[in-house]
């Protein structure tokens, strides 16, 4: 399949590229390989090939969700470098 000139003025217009008339030459060939290339590609027989999400068969290695002792707001608190009623206490940034 071709591309005719007056796709490739469309798009043109579409994507606010102007091409002088060696460009839309050059464009023409370019979009019509591709298509072709497409339609190349369309031939292939991939009824035997299972689809893929990634061409190495890899498994998610998780682990497990379990309950873990966590830091005490005190603890916390004494990394801070300004404390104030129990929380992380920072400069007004908002004026």
């Given at each position: 399949m071709s591309i005719s000139k007056e796709e490739v003025l469309k798009?043109?217009?579409l994507s606010r590229i102007n091409f002088n008339d060696d460009q839309l030459e050059k464009q023409i060939l370019d979009l019509s390989n591709i298509v072709e290339f497409?339609?190349?590609l369309e031939e292939i027989d991939v009824s035997?090939?299972?689809p893929t999400a990634h061409i190495l068969?890899?498994?998610n290695r998780l682990r497990e969700?379990?309950?873990?002792p966590c830091f005490s707001r005190e603890e916390?608190?004494?990394?801070a470098p300004s404390a104030q009623g129990g929380c992380i206490s920072v400069p007004k940034v908002i004026e």
């Open positions: 798009i043109e217009k497409a339609n190349q035997q090939v299972k068969d890899i498994q969700d379990k309950e873990e916390i608190l004494k990394n």
